[in-house]
């Protein structure tokens, strides 16, 4: 193939949507923050985010977020291709304020955790899961 | 996805007042994420379950919202006190309006 200037404009253009997209995933994860915390300060530490270092299956990703005092907790994977994983509402008998489920997670990523707390102040986990086989099909 | 829906729930019998027990629940669905694509690359539907409650006498427990990077066959372990005796309600909400629901008693000793 002869390189013209037309063909070096195109895969310039290709590399450059290329690199956006896990942009864009990202944006997507400070949105989702955003419109749970109201744009307040979120402060790190009060919130317990436990995850595997390794996880061999994507598909299935033991995790676990403990906020003694949280009203809600807000569990996202920024690097899904929707960030948004759970939203844990603890209710009046709720003893610990603490559960744990079985998530999806596309590859080796961030895993964040957002406690809104009963005085309404916000705070932050986050765990880094290598992930050896992603989990979103494809 | 009405058909093969399972809830299972392990709630001990019994407890003593004010105590602080351990709930898991498991329901067998499949989760279909809305990522995958069929043979004939044609992206499969999402249909997963989105909403998930527990409720004592009424009284909220925990009220969990799903999205699509929940596993297959949702599963949750959390904490709940028992002031009294009385029944645990779960409630899990399809994507497709129905509703899956369960029942455990415990007394008090």
Not at chain 1, 84 to 103: D, M, P, Q, W
Not at chain 2, 6 to 16: L, Y
Not at chain 2, 72 to 80: D, L, S
Request: some cysteine; overall charge negative; glycine content about 10%.
């Amino acid at each position: 193939m002869e390189l013209t200037r037309r063909s070096v404009l195109q895969l310039g253009a290709g590399i450059l949507v290329v690199a956006s997209v896990p942009l864009k995933a990202f944006a997507a994860g400070e949105d989702l923050i955003e419109s749970f915390t109201g744009g307040a300060d979120i402060a790190e530490g009060g919130v317990t985010l436990t995850a595997p270092e390794i996880a061999e299956n994507g598909n299935t990703v033991p995790i676990e977020v403990d906020a003694p005092g949280a009203s809600e907790i807000l569990v996202m994977a920024m690097g899904n291709p929707t960030p948004n994983v759970a939203t844990f509402k603890f209710g009046a008998l709720s003893a610990s304020h603490s559960a744990s489920t079985r998530i999806r997670l596309a590859g080796t990523q961030e895993v964040v955790a957002i406690a809104k707390m009963q005085d309404g102040s916000f705070a932050r986990a986050s765990a880094t899961v290598k992930v050896t086989i992603g989990g979103c099909g494809g | 996805m009405a058909d093969g829906v399972k809830p299972r729930v392990k709630v001990p019998k019994t407890a003593s007042a004010g105590d602080t027990i351990t709930i898991k629940t498991l329901i067998s669905h499949k989760m279909e994420s809305g990522q995958r694509k069929d043979g004939d690359g044609n992206v499969i539907p999402r249909s997963i379950i989105n909403r998930f409650t527990c409720d004592f006498n009424g009284q909220n427990v925990i009220d969990i919202t799903l999205e699509a990077a929940i596993s297959t066959n949702p599963y949750f372990e959390f904490q709940a006190i028992v002031p009294e005796a009385g029944e645990f309600k779960f409630t899990w909400y399809d994507d497709d309006g129905s509703v899956y629901e369960e029942t455990k008693e415990i007394s008090v000793s």
